[in-house]
């Protein structure tokens, strides 16, 4: 066994994070897990999502309590009506994202819409106890702040800004912190065949490789540069023996299976990009209606455009103006 040669800092730091996964979350395992944490962007998107179904379930809770007082049922006074109104709204804006985050997976319906997770520091569901405390420390500093509004914000963002997490003071106290659950996937460039096998490939009987083995061999080859030898060869000579098993003619001889591999894959993407163009060309053929409209022809400025000659003839050329004579 040889060990791998060190990995530079920049190069080892965008292989280890290709999907911009950036909170630093380690599990029981002392494995990094690929998540990223979320911005004051989302969050704030995630914010007014749940403010917005708040505000319904306000309203709603206001039309229970004036139907109460209309129907004056026996000993609904004005106080106990205060009283309501106040033990829902603690709900509203206290037990809304406990209840949520406790059954729902750490997720409020705003975080669900945005695709954001409340978490523990460690990765971890977050718990009842955590959830009560940044809910009663957004309440009372940031959101809506009952402790000196407008300064409270200030340092509320504040501290999303300049926390590496971009944590937010209820998550600094509760030792939590919001996440993505959405991977964000990298646009990667498509295969390319090395002219050597150029004359090969075109010659490829490709009718055996069905879609499922053609994905494997695009998932290897765009991530191949993650994988530490001698796995990426392994895997390399196994998913080529399935390819030529289904693939004719033989390959040249000492070539690598990962120029194999992305030339069979070129060509395949290659001979369906133009299936698809004698498709269309046949599709405008039979209804040109269903074909988009040509763009018309750029003008230049202060130049009018030239009138379209109708029947392959030359406009006229307009006769002269008569002057009127003078009069006498």
Do not use: C
Not at 141 to 163: C, I, N, Q
């Amino acid at each position: 066994m040889r060990a791998q040669p060190p990995v530079p800092a920049a190069i080892g730091a965008a292989d280890r994070s290709p999907t911009g996964a950036d909170a630093g979350l380690v599990s029981g395992e002392a494995v990094e897990l690929d998540v990223r944490a979320a911005r004051l962007g989302s969050r704030v998107l995630a914010l007014l999502l749940d403010v917005t179904v708040q505000l319904v379930l306000v309203l709603l809770l206001a039309m229970a309590l004036a139907g109460l007082s209309l129907n004056a049922l026996p000993g609904m006074d004005g106080a106990l009506l205060n009283a309501l109104a106040t033990v829902l709204l603690v709900l509203l804006l206290v037990g809304y994202p406990v209840l949520f985050e406790r059954f729902n997976n750490g997720r409020t319906p705003g975080k669900m819409a945005v695709g954001l997770r409340v978490v523990s520091a460690d990765g971890g569901p977050v718990g009842v106890r955590q959830s009560l405390s940044r809910a009663l420390v957004g309440v009372a500093v940031e959101w809506p702040g009952l402790v000196l509004p407008l300064l409270s914000w200030v340092a509320g963002v504040a501290a999303m800004l300049t926390d590496r997490r971009g944590r937010r003071l209820g998550d600094l106290v509760a030792g939590t912190m919001v996440v993505h659950t959405r991977t964000q996937q990298p646009w990667l460039p498509a295969p390319m065949i090395v002219p050597p096998l150029t004359g090969w490939a075109v010659n490829l009987d490709l009718t055996r490789l069905d879609d499922p083995l053609a994905l494997a061999v695009r998932q290897y080859l765009t991530r191949a540069h993650r994988f530490a030898e001698p796995s990426r060869t392994l895997l390399g000579r196994a998913l080529w023996s399935e390819v030529a098993a289904a693939t004719t003619p033989p390959p040249p001889p000492r070539v690598p299976e990962a120029l194999l591999l992305a030339a069979v894959l070129a060509e395949r993407n290659r001979r369906g990009a133009l299936r698809l163009r004698r498709s269309r060309t046949l599709t405008a053929g039979l209804w040109p209606e269903l074909a988009p409209a040509p763009a018309a022809p750029a003008v230049p400025v202060g130049k009018s455009p030239d009138p379209a000659p109708s029947d392959g003839l030359r406009p006229a050329v307009p006769a002269p103006r008569a002057t009127p004579a003078p009069p006498a």
